[in-house]
């Protein structure tokens, strides 16, 4: 039997669980256009936008290494119109999700509003609840209560049959997991969440220099890269657990490698986005992680996600576990 890695998120066929993750590489339309030309890449997120282009936060704002990253951009962006003008473009070739960040609950409705009232070329619509980097402005989706107020108001604007899914920061309190997945569960119109955006405020330091490696919010930013892929599992398996089948979850944090996508769908992801890996290899890179997750699919002879979708054990299948420091 052939392989088959196709997938589904919001209904909408992917010919790979591969996207990029909102923010890298999807900026400008120059960026856009790599990510097109990508045949490993099945869809487009573009950067999260607010309604009014915004410069971010001064530099050096991102830096990077194979495996690690940390970035204060501060919602740097182009303008919802000049995105809605980058779906209409894109969405010929394959779909194109609007993430859309509004500074308040008014932005992110009127932003909505205007999706609606679009010709609707994007597939969908990713409202981001979790950006860590603009000063003076909470991480929404920490707050529940304001939360649920932004939902309410953008679920009751009519976006016809485009679906809405929400980005959710890192949880790492069960409680948060239940009472996140609490509100989210009110809302039957929610098609996806992607977990995780970037570990909030992280700071890296240059011992050498004695210098913070950026520089805005007194050197605190979003963590990605290899050591955040534990929290993003975490997160993708509890919200599998607590959400309806209905709502798809999209694995996003520490995807340098074939395997890591593997382990993503084996928590219960449809599909994975790649952040730290395209921004420090760029899109030459795809090709790379798209055939190694190939290739662990035929060695364990899988011919379909569906095959291992959310199959994770949890139970012991070895009973003296010699990492278990007690034994
Ligand atoms: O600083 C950013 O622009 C940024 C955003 I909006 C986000 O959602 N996540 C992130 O790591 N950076």
């Not at 894109?90 to 859309?100: A, E, I, R, T, Y």
Request: net charge negative.
């Amino acid at each position: 039997m052939d392989l088959d890695l196709s997938c589904y998120v919001a209904g909408i066929k992917l010919n790979s669980p591969i996207m990029n993750a909102s923010g890298v590489c999807c900026t400008t339309v120059k960026q856009i256009e790599e990510l097109d030309e990508s045949q490993f890449l099945s869809a487009i997120v573009t950067k999260s936008c607010t309604m009014t282009p915004r410069e971010g936060n001064p530099k050096p704002r991102y830096y990077g290494t194979s495996s690690f990253s940390i970035n204060s951009m501060g919602l740097a962006n182009m303008s919802l119109k000049y995105y809605l003008k980058v779906a209409e473009t894109f969405s010929k070739s394959k779909p194109v999700f609007l993430s859309l960040a509004g500074l308040s609950a008014e932005e992110n409705v009127a932003m909505v509003k205007n999706v609606a009232a679009s010709e609707q070329h994007a597939s969908g619509v990713e409202l981001n609840l979790s950006c860590p980097n603009v000063p003076n402005k909470p991480q929404i989706a920490y707050d529940f209560e304001a939360m649920g107020d932004i939902l309410n108001r953008v679920f009751e604007v009519d976006l016809g049959n485009m679906p809405l899914g929400v980005k959710l920061p890192p949880y790492f309190d069960p409680v948060h997991f239940h009472q996140s997945a609490d509100v989210l569960r009110n809302y039957p119109k929610l098609r996806w969440v992607t977990c995780i955006n970037s570990i909030g405020n992280g700071l890296y330091i240059d011992p050498i220099t004695e210098e913070t490696v950026i520089h805005p919010k007194k050197g605190l930013g979003g963590l990605g890269g290899s050591f955040v892929k534990p929290t993003a599992l975490a997160n993708v398996k509890m919200f599998r657990e607590l959400l309806p089948e209905q709502v798809d979850i999209i694995g996003c944090g520490g995807v340098l490698r074939g395997m890591d996508i593997f382990e993503h769908i084996l928590c219960g992801a449809s599909a994975v986005q790649v952040g730290t890996y395209l921004q420090e290899n760029g899109i030459d890179g795809i090709p790379r992680l798209y055939h190694e997750f190939k290739d662990v699919m035929i060695l364990k002879e899988y011919h379909t996600l569906d095959d291992f979708r959310g199959r994770l054990k949890t139970s012991p299948t070895i009973m003296n576990n010699k990492n278990d420091p007690a034994s």
